[in-house]
């Protein structure tokens, strides 16, 4: 059978990783079809919030990458809108697939240009519509919205949504007749030799988070959440700063903290890295996020046997009673200070109990073929 061919707009791609789970997605599925499907990717020639090129590439031209997907690295002297329809127009895509809604020239300008046309999209949300991120910029994004669906933007645009949730925010943000595939993301290809075994002692913890450093992702909220915690906690966080005055505020907040708590920030790290971190010495993930639409990072540390502690608003519910972490709701710091607390009291048996259901639903998530199938159904339809 031959390979199906699928358009993408997506801001950045490998060897870009600052841009965090909208990137891992996107390789992840280049990972899994690409056996099935032949990707063409357009991206940005830079990685999130820098504007420095990528070395060894020559922008605004195909480039093959060892993988087999072709992108077209777009210079920002290299986008306009000409450059865009010729892009459309090379052949009869199977479909063309888009990443995020208001990214003006990967996500506005593909759907402006190909409006009204019989030309198959896919808009993917990437959890953007979800009442977290919605909360940022909310006038402006509602706005955008009205006047989107006023101007004809999503007629005849089918949707993905990663879990139900994201399914109703789509249907409340875009229509209630939009047509909508509900297919979760694509993890990354774990080799697995078993669940990792972690020394725990009562009486100390250690936390890691890797996430760009921005007021969606509550740094803030995992710091005060560890100005009450007895006994001793070190807490790692990993990640490349977006909103800089955020950052100085939590900097600052970090400086207050007693001295039984040790907060390493360790700066951003390659996509690749994270596999590694994850399986290092640590006891939780505490990524108390105000909204994600999957977590590939919630995912690969259960993976690793680390337990969860994150917030209500992710497609990962009820781990307390599955014994594999904490899901809380974002209603202040108390309730996540009492779940570090009970982690840090936690002897060896009682961890590997946590451990062990985090280890099972991660290793579920990746080993289920039907979400690659499902996956290529939706692209190929």
């Known amino acids: 059978m031959p390979k199906r061919d699928v358009l993408v707009f997506v801001d950045w791609y490998k060897p870009g990783y600052r841009g965090g789970g909208p990137v891992r997605s996107m ?15 357009v991206t940005s020639d830079t990685d999130y919030a820098t504007d420095q090129p990528y070395p060894g590439i020559e922008p ?35 479909a063309i697939y888009i990443n995020g809604m208001f990214s003006v ?19 993917v949300a990437r959890g953007m519509l979800l009442p977290g991120p919605m909360g940022q910029g909310a006038l402006k994004k509602r706005v955008f919205l ?10 005849g645009v089918e949707f993905q949504a990663t879990s139900g949730d994201e ?24 080799v697995s030799d078993g669940r990792p075994q972690r020394t725990k002692r009562a009486g100390s913890a250690r936390l890691v988070n890797v996430v760009r450093i921005a007021t969606e992702k509550n740094i803030h909220l995992i710091i005060e959440s560890l ?4 006994g001793e906690v070190i807490f790692d966080l990993y990640g490349p700063v977006y909103h800089q005055a ?17 907060f390493n920030y360790h700066g951003p790290v390659a996509s690749e890295q994270v596999p590694q971190i994850l399986a290092g010495d640590h006891h939780a993930l505490f990524m108390p996020n105000e909204g994600d639409n999957f977590g590939h990072t919630m995912v690969e540390a259960m993976c690793a046997g680390l337990p969860l502690l994150i917030s209500d608003q992710s497609p990962w519910r009820d781990l307390q009673a599955r014994s594999a972490g904490w899901d809380i709701p974002l209603e202040g710091p108390a309730r996540f ?13 009682a961890f590997d109990r946590i451990s062990a259901g985090a280890y099972a639903i991660g290793m579920a998530q990746v080993n289920d073929p039907g979400t690659v199938d499902r996956t290529f159904n939706m692209l190929a339809r």
Not at 84 to 91: P, S, T
Not at 337 to 343: F, G, I, K, P, S
């Open 337 to 349: 200070t009492a779940a570090v607390q009970e982690l840090v009291a936690m002897d060896q048996a």
């Open 246 to 262: 955020y950052w100085e505020q939590c900097k600052a907040a970090i400086a207050k903290l007693p001295s039984n708590i040790t």
């Open 167 to 190: 399914v109703v925010s789509i249907r409340e943000r875009i229509g209630s007749d939009v047509r909508i595939h509900e297919v979760t993301n694509l993890p990354r290809k774990l």
């Open 146 to 155: 009205g006047l989107g669906k006023l101007l004809g933007l999503y007629k």
């Open 27 to 41: 390789i992840n599925m280049v990972d899994h079809l690409a056996g099935r499907v032949q990707f063409h990717i």
């Open 60 to 94: 605004d031209q195909w480039f093959e990458l060892p993988s087999g997907e072709r992108v077209w690295y777009a210079s920002r002297s290299g986008r306009d809108q000409r450059t865009w329809r010729q892009l459309l127009g090379e052949r009869n895509w199977d």
């Open 105 to 123: 020239w990967y996500s506005i300008i593909p759907l402006w240009l190909t409006r009204g046309s019989q030309q198959r999209r896919i808009a």
């Open 227 to 230: 100005q009450g915690v007895t």
